[in-house]
């Protein structure tokens, strides 16, 4: 990017303010360096890099890289081979830990960007540890940073207080004719007594050191020397072992150089995105959707550097035009307009969110150039004008497609009609080559070039003649006017002056401004026009947008039903195919009573009912209705079972017919007249009296379809099952089991034997497969 431009567009202070939201130096430093890319690759991680991090810190807000430091110069000396010390080993420590933190915050992270860093951050939990043990938080080395330090310092303290009391012996009463003061002080590093010059024969020892008058003189005591020399010694080992431990602890920082850079790189960079995240916050920022048309669209766009009551402008440059001409009064917000387009494309290109409305759109621009300000300079003989003809030429020079060009003022400080000429040209000049040009101007000359020109497009910004201040509103369509008749005639300017000047102005340019007059009123109507429609087209959007939601909310709740529909009938059929099978393993392994079917029947119609209705049901014709009586025969038309009704349910709707030993509820819609069947018995073949169908009944209750003699004697045996069959003729049963075992065979035989003579059987056969084999009888009434 132009480096002169982005100086010019203030790019630069959006770089300060960026680096000050910052919390250490790595990050500061890549905050400075930013600099807009023109690649689109960089410019989306850039962008993303920011969305992420901004994301992460609006649902935890206390994320970051807490007490971090520029550990980079102390991992640079430790793998030198230099000695660091403990003020560096502390920040080492307090970068890890943060590091730790951060790690621990990011790894659950689901954004790839975070979760990507979060793998390039080495906490070293045993370089922590070692650290740890090694330091306390002001710096001082620990006893447990070795295992032979704390020896030594208890030996340093050892030989110092056998010198004190030395001393303190000596000074109490050995020497204290001899002494200036009774006190013992340091020189040099050892302990001395004050001695009197004259009575410096009564004290042997070393002098080293005397006052200023010569009256006194520091004597380290013979008989001392010796605890001093222990002492010093001591002190000695527990210095070289503190640096033998330094030594050691920079070796390691050494040994992980590479793996506390990648750290400290993570580190950086997740507090230079955590800075951009907290600008684009400040900013009330959003990300700007990346076009690959050559267009800028900007909607509620605010210029980063202004303060208090901000208006937000609207700016379309590319649909249909490529050039927009800004006209309007002096201080009406021209100038900030022009800036305002290309600090914000800058900023997007550097991976930062703009102040700007959601739907903001912005290209990946090559280059963005900016004449801006006045180019005026003694030192370099350069007018106004010359000054800005140079910065153009060389902007000239380099525009194209995919290029920005913003000019402020252009064709000003020289003659207007050749000004204005020159500023005709250059705007055709960068309409062919594809450039995208935004220009403020005064000339009336450029706001009729804007109107007939097919690439270019007029804007004003907008003044107030009640209030004499400007709005700092763009509209766009609309050329703009200066006002100066109209500004002198609201502060007070005499009227005939004011007319006189009118009157002044040639026909053609009268003309011109009523033309212009009539531009502004045409375009303010066709404006207005344009954006009822866009309101319109917005609500109808909104409308359809609403409808096709409402539909699809609908067609979800259909197939949601439906689907649950289904598998709830699925389900009750599985139950009830289970229960079924379970009645039927029972009937084959052992006696189950009318009471059990009739709780398994049930079970199976509470769970019919639980079936889905479906949501329409054909129209039948029912057949005329017939009433149904307890111990009528009747036979399903669908199921083919034909027996005879033991209960009758739900007010005469459902029936239990028994058929085959087995009971079936059924509808008794679906039950047809069977022909009546001779119950093998004495008697007549009519129909049963109430007294006969009640007994049956109270029969049909209690008698079990099945019958065990196992364990029983013969003649029990028989005795039992002559009652049963008695009780199974009476309750209607068409066919019972006899379960007698296979044993020596004699209570088969004579069970069969007995019931082939029995005059209520009609039929005696041994059972198959699944019905008990020879073990058992299938007797049929």
């Given amino acids: ?43 989306a991680r850039g962008l993303d890099e920011t969305d992420q991090a901004r994301a992460l810190l609006s649902e935890r807000s206390g994320v970051g890289v807490g007490a971090a430091h520029d550990i980079g110069p102390s991992i640079e000396r430790a793998a030198r081979g230099g000695r660091l010390d403990p003020s560096q080993f502390l920040e080492l420590a307090d970068t890890l830990d943060a590091a730790s933190r951060l790690q621990t915050s990011l ?25 740890a043990r090694s330091f306390d938080p002001v710096g001082e080395i620990l006893d447990t940073a070795s295992p032979r330090l704390g020896g030594l310092r208890a030996a340093v303290r050892v030989a110092y207080d056998r010198l004190r009391r030395r001393l303190d012996a000596l000074v109490g009463s050995e020497l204290g004719g001899a002494l200036q003061e009774p006190i013992i002080t340091l020189r040099n590093g050892r ?54 431990i330094l030594d050691e602890l920079s070796a390691l920082i050494a040994a992980n150089a590479e793996a506390l850079t990648a750290t ?83 900023m997007h290109q550097a991976g930062l969110h703009i102040p700007a409305d959601s739907g903001s759109r912005l290209p990946i621009l090559r280059d963005v150039f900016a004449d801006i300000g006045d180019e005026q300079s003694i030192a370099q003989s350069l ?43 250059l705007l055709d000049h960068f309409i062919r080559t594809g450039a995208l040009v935004a220009a403020t101007t005064h000339y009336a000359e450029l706001k009729a070039y804007a109107h007939t020109t097919a690439g270019a497009r007029n804007a004003s910004v907008e003044f107030d003649l009640e209030t004499l201040s400007p709005t700092y509103r763009l509209t766009i369509g609309l050329p703009g006017g200066s006002q100066a008749f109209a500004i002198a005639e609201r502060l007070g300017l005499d009227a005939a002056i004011v007319a006189d000047a009118r009157s002044r102005l040639s026909e053609n340019e009268r003309a011109f401004e009523e033309t212009l007059a009539r531009i502004r009123a045409t375009e303010g109507e066709t404006s207005e026009a344009l954006d009822r429609a866009r309101a319109a087209e917005l609500r109808a959007a909104d409308a359809l947008r609403e409808a096709t939601e409402e539909r699809r909310r609908a067609r979800e709740e259909r197939d949601e039903l439906v689907r649950s529909a289904r598998n709830e009938a ?112 004495g008697g007549g073949g009519g129909a049963e009296n109430e007294g006969t169908s009640s007994l049956r009944l109270d029969r049909a209750r209690s008698v079990a379809s099945s019958l065990d003699l196992r364990g029983a004697r013969v003649e029990e045996a ?35 034997a007995e019931a082939g003579s029995h005059p209520l059987v009609k039929a005696v056969r041994a059972g198959e497969r699944g019905e008990g084999g020879d073990g058992a009888s299938i007797i049929t009434l």
């Fill in 718 to 752: 028989l005795e039992a099952l002559d009652r049963y069959l008695d009780d199974a003729s009476l309750a209607g049963l068409d066919k019972v089991l006899i379960i007698h075992g296979s044993g020596t065979g004699a209570l088969r035989d004579a069970v069969r």
């Fill in 264 to 346: 400290l790189d993570a580190l950086a960079r997740f507090d230079f995105w955590a800075a951009k995240a907290q600008l684009a916050a400040e900013l009330d920022g959003v990300r700007a959707e990346t076009t690959d048309r050559p267009e800028i669209v900007l909607l509620g766009a605010r210029h980063p550097g202004l303060t208090g009551r901000i208006v937000p402008i609207d700016v379309r440059i590319g649909d249909g035009y490529t050039a927009l001409v800004v006209t309007g009064p002096n201080t009406g917000g021209k100038t900030v307009t022009l800036r305002t387009i290309g600090l914000l494309a800058l």
């Fill in 570 to 681: 699925e389900r009750l059929v599985a139950d009830l195919r289970e229960d079924v099978t379970e009645t039927r393993r029972t009937l084959e392994r052992e006696t189950i009573t009318a009471p059990s079917l009739d709780a398994a029947v049930a079970r199976a119609e509470g769970r019919l009912e639980h079936l889905p209705e479906r949501e329409a049901e054909p129209v039948v014709v029912e057949p005329p209705v017939h009433t149904w009586r307890l111990g009528d025969r009747a036979r399903s038309r669908t199921g083919g079972w034909e027996g005879r009704i033991a209960a009758l349910e739900r007010g005469g709707e459902r029936a239990t017919l028994e058929a085959g030993g087995m009971r079936v509820s059924v509808d008794t819609s679906d039950l047809e007249v069977a022909a009546p069947v001779l119950t093998g018995r």
């Fill in 107 to 131: 790894a659950d992270d689901r954004r790839p960007l975070l979760h990507a860093l979060a793998r390039d951050i080495h906490p070293l939990p045993a370089v922590r540890s070692t650290l």
């Fill in 191 to 244: 302990y001395v007594v004050p001695v009197k010059s004259e009575a410096r024969s009564r004290v042997k020892g070393i002098v080293h050191d005397a006052s200023g008058s010569g009256q006194t003189l520091f004597v380290e005591p013979l008989v001392a020397v010796e605890l001093g020399n222990a002492w010093r010694e001591a002190q000695v080992a527990e210095r070289e072992e503190i640096e033998r």
């Fill in 1 to 43: 990017m132009d480096a002169r431009s982005t100086a010019l567009l203030e790019f630069p202070q959006v770089r300060e303010r960026l680096a000050a939201a910052t919390s250490f130096p790595p990050s500061r430093r890549l905050a400075v360096a930013l600099d807009p890319s023109a690649d689109p690759v960089v410019v």
């Fill in 383 to 425: 007018s106004t004008f010359s000054g800005h003809l140079r910065s153009i030429t060389r902007i000239v020079e380099s525009a194209g497609p995919g290029t920005l060009v913003l000019l402020d003022e252009l064709g000003a400080g020289t003659d207007p009609t050749e000004g204005s000429a020159l500023a005709q040209a």
